[in-house]
């Protein structure tokens, strides 16, 4: 399958999915952020997309539990693991507010829930 079109593939398959740029001597890693939405601002300029000597390689996405991944090239094991470390430091920042929100609402209902109990100790 073509890149471009298993790229999509991944993209409309992801609840979370970045696009993943790498200098020349693949040390410097960019995440670009695709989905849940694209990040307003987020792409590179293309100054600093130059002056990085930036490419893209390819592309991580999470569906559920299950990652998804495509790269464009043979990359060195290191630097696969690199780009997984990103990406889960990525989801870490992404949803930490959330799940925080989360837990704050679940909280809040369980204690709505055990005030509504009625009280049936005799007196």
Partial sequence: MPYMER????ACESEICCQVL???????????????????????APEEFTAR???????????????????????????VDS?????LAYIRVLTEGE???QMEAAGIAELTRLCSIPDTRMN
């Fill in 53 to 79: 000597q930036l490419r893209s390689v390819g592309i991580v996405g999470l569906s559920g539990l299950k990652p998804l991944v495509y790269f464009k090239e043979l990359l060195p094991p290191h630097v």
């Fill in 83 to 87: 780009i997984a470390a990103a990406f």
């Fill in 22 to 44: 790498l200098s020349h001597d693949n040390a410097d890693i960019e995440l670009v952020q695709l989905k849940p939405h694209a990040y307003p601002g987020g792409y590179i």
């Fill in 99 to 101: 799940f925080a929100a």
């Fill in 7 to 10: 790229a999509a593939t991944i």
